[in-house]
């Protein structure tokens, strides 16, 4: 049983411009959450999709954005990228409820802004 | 605001010591609260959790313990092994309202097993 995989494992971009990461949930799995994870920092949420769509969302700006598909994997869009967006995002996967289901995470995107 | 943090942000042991990892959390209204183990170059991996309808929960080798009079979280790892050293973030979920599904991590804490 595959649990959270996340696309790419790394990446390296410049300021100013757009990059989308991916997620595919744990199987069974229908909700996905995703993190933003500073060097020496915990995650910090950044919003949830339930449904193939936006559930609930943290304190980011609009440049970050996201999609949830019919099979319930997701993308996370960041645009106009600054240096402060480098760090490791985070997608968990749980099952539907009523918000104590435990989120399970995968490895992460490093991604590194220049 | 809501906050979930921690009280030592490394701790050293020896190898068959155990642990104990604290965490002080604000929000009296949480209902969930969770332990993450993080090891690096990886995602978080869920450890334990407990219900604030609990004090006590136990698992293979860990044991959290939660004080809601203080909003007090402990995680203790039995005979802790090398293996165990990582980085140990405690976090904290209300259902519904506007907190739904959102977990709020604390700052996390090092743990060194020295053999």
């Known amino acids: 049983d595959a649990g959270v995989t996340q696309s790419p494992t790394h990446l390296i971009k410049t300021r100013g411009q757009q990059v989308t990461l991916r997620c595919s949930p744990k199987s069974g799995h229908d909700t996905v959450s995703w993190y933003q994870q500073a060097l020496g920092q915990g995650p910090q949420f950044i919003f949830q999709?339930?449904?193939?769509?936006?559930?609930q969302r943290g304190n980011f700006p609009d440049r970050f954005s996201g999609h949830q598909f019919p099979n319930y994997s997701s993308e996370l869009n960041v645009n106009a990228l600054l240096l402060g967006d480098s760090a490791l995002y985070l997608c968990a996967s749980s099952l539907p409820g009523l918000g104590l289901e435990t989120q399970y995470f995968g490895p992460g995107t490093r991604l590194l802004v220049l | 605001g809501e906050s979930v943090g921690l009280h030592l942000p490394t701790l050293s042991v020896q190898e068959g010591d155990n642990s104990i990892i604290n965490c002080a959390y604000s929000?009296?209204?949480?209902?969930?609260f969770i332990w993450y183990k993080q090891e690096s170059g990886k995602g978080p991996q869920f450890i334990i959790d407990i219900r604030s309808n609990m004090d006590k929960r136990q698992g293979q080798r860990v044991t959290v313990l939660l004080n809601k009079t203080v909003k007090h979280l402990s995680l203790q790892i039995a005979a802790t092994q090398p293996g165990d050293s990582a980085v140990y973030f405690c976090?904290?979920?209300?259902?519904?309202?506007?907190?739904?599904?959102?977990?709020?991590f604390g700052q996390g804490t090092i743990l060194t097993v020295h053999p």
């Open positions: 976090a904290e979920k209300r259902a519904g309202g506007t907190s739904y599904g959102k977990l709020t």
């Open positions: 929000n009296s209204a949480s209902d969930y």
């Open positions: 999709y339930y449904e193939e769509e936006e559930r």
